[in-house]
């Protein structure tokens, strides 16, 4: 009996399947590891953006309001808040600020925190140092900040007198009993804070999230 074998043709063909074969399977492969990447890129970055937004409910939910100090303020560029410290209730106070600033190309949404200061002068200095921070900071301040999520635009509104407002209007917010202007002491705090968030198209999440906080005190929701 005979044996028959492949022909050179029978070969190449063979041959040719196969190099089809191994380089469909290899853009499936690499395709299934570049969605991975990207889901895992945006399971990172929502994880972030949502404890951005969790820290930034409890710094308001803690703010304090101490004789002649500001609690709250807005500039345009930063909002700095006066909080207790979250550790022991001894630990002295502390001054939290949030703003946005191009790092690196890439604008990105910062939270800075000082020290816990338990006297007057201390709470002052930080104070400012919180608003030298959001303006021009010096490196010594910069390892105080922690950045937050990637954005292109950030936006914030007071909720006074029924309707949410740009918080450097003076529209439905009535000068405050005691408060005084020229050192920021003002007392008279919103029932609320919005914030809106633009985040980046080209990202792995993209969009505008908005965020309204509630003062605790006046219990219920506003919207």
């Known amino acids: 009996m005979k044996m028959r074998g492949f022909t050179l043709i029978e070969l190449l063909v063979a041959i040719g ?50 004789p002649g100090t500001s609690a709250l303020d807005w500039d345009g560029r930063a909002l700095r808040i006066t909080r207790r410290s979250s550790a022991a209730s001894g630990d002295g106070i502390l001054i939290v600020a949030w703003t946005r600033r191009n790092v690196d190309g890439t604008g990105q949404w910062l939270r800075w925190q000082s020290a816990p200061v338990t006297t007057r002068g201390a709470l002052q200095n930080a104070w400012s140092s ?8 010096s490196q010594a301040l910069k390892q105080y900040e922690v950045p937050i999520a990637v954005l292109d635009e ?59 906080w509630v003062r605790v005190s006046l219990g219920g929701g506003k919207s």
């Open 17 to 66: 399947v196969m190099a089809l074969m191994a380089g469909l399977s290899w853009r499936g492969l690499d395709g299934m590891a570049r969605t991975q990447s990207q889901l895992s890129q945006r399971a990172d970055q929502v994880m972030a953006l949502q404890s951005g937004l969790a820290q930034w409910t409890a710094d308001l939910d803690a703010l304090v309001q101490l």
């Open 130 to 137: 919180a608003a030298q921070w959001a303006q021009n900071p």
């Open 154 to 212: 950030w936006k914030v509104f007071y909720f006074r007198a029924d309707a949410w407002t740009n918080p450097l209007s003076s529209d439905g917010a009535p000068p405050p009993p005691g408060g005084d202007k020229a050192t920021g002491a003002d007392l008279n705090l919103p029932d609320g804070v919005r914030l809106v968030l633009t985040l980046p198209a080209s990202g792995a999440i993209g969009g505008t999230i908005t965020r309204d």
